[in-house]
């Protein structure tokens, strides 16, 4: 449903007053706040110079974005930039000030939630409370603009489906690997850059100090790259490319399982066996089973 400026069908509790044009959907307005996790209600809004929120605290948990403009945010008391990409949440007796700042207008979306669970997911997302600049932007925006459709166009399963939406969202939010803070947007970039790189050399049997060097950089920096964007060490990321890759050339039932090993970058077959069951719990041959 759609609403022009500031009128009397928006539920003044859960729509702020100033957006100069809002799409909303409504699912639970009284939830269980100690039951399942629930989508209360969200949308889009379109905010010009004039949009500003100032509330002492909410009743539930809130979940924003920034698609497109800018603005201010100030979180508890902490002042911070509003630009796109930008991911910020607050929950009860949270107080918060959102202001756009003048220019192009800032289109937002947000979702409120609750639950049992809900504390603990935001908190995955947001362990320091400050918001972030999400890397994957698009990505983002397409999962709102999902859960919105799936609020607006599904029946009985709206709700379910939109909870499943939103705890999607937060998983991938609370992968530093996917975000960082608004001002290191650009090394995130950078950082999904490389990993990219890794990935490569990864498939190609390089280990940490080798990939390193490949990259121009040495082992101790891109261990520190990996602690500020990533939760998993250089280490242990090539192994996993390594292992997936394997996986999937196991697929293969022309390949014998010492040449999966090879091309995975491993000349012992039996080493190769021992880190892929430290993997995936099976081994090569169990794992290829499982296909037929």
Not at 55 to 82: C, D, K, M, Q, W
């Amino acid at each position: 449903m759609v609403f022009e400026g500031s009128t009397a069908q928006k539920d003044a509790e859960l729509i702020a007053d100033g957006a100069k044009r809002g799409d909303y959907y409504f699912l639970k307005l009284d939830p269980d706040p100690n039951g399942a996790l629930a989508v209360v209600c969200g949308g889009r809004e379109l905010c010009d110079e004039s949009y500003l929120i100032d509330r002492p605290g909410f009743r539930f948990h809130s979940l924003e974005f920034v698609a497109s403009g800018y603005g201010s945010l100030i979180l508890a008391g902490t002042r911070a930039a509003l630009v796109p990409g930008t991911v910020f949440c607050y929950g009860p007796g949270v107080a918060h000030r959102i202001e756009a700042s003048g220019g192009q207008p800032m289109v937002k979306y947000f979702v409120d939630f609750t639950g049992a669970n809900a504390s603990a997911l935001a908190q995955k997302a947001f362990s320091d409370g400050k918001p972030w600049a999400v890397s994957s932007a698009s990505w983002v925006q397409r999962l709102f603009e999902d859960m919105k459709a799936a609020a607006d166009g599904l029946g009985e399963a709206r709700d379910e489906v939109c909870g499943l939406i939103l705890r999607q969202i937060l998983a991938m939010l609370a992968d530093r690997s996917l975000s960082g803070a608004p001002e290191s947007l650009e090394g995130s970039l950078r950082f999904r850059t490389l990993k990219e790189r890794l990935r490569e050399l990864a498939l190609r049997g390089y280990d940490v100090d080798a990939a390193a060097r490949d990259c121009g950089i040495s082992t101790s920096y891109l261990s520190r790259l990996f602690r500020r964007y990533d939760r998993e060490s250089p280490k242990r990321y090539l192994l996993r490319c390594r292992m997936a890759f394997a996986a999937s050339l196991l697929l293969d039932q022309q390949l014998l399982v010492k040449e999966v090993a090879a091309l995975a970058g491993y000349e012992d077959q039996y080493h190769f066996s021992r880190r892929f069951k430290a993997a995936y719990g099976q081994s090569p041959e169990s794992f290829r089973r499982l296909r037929h």
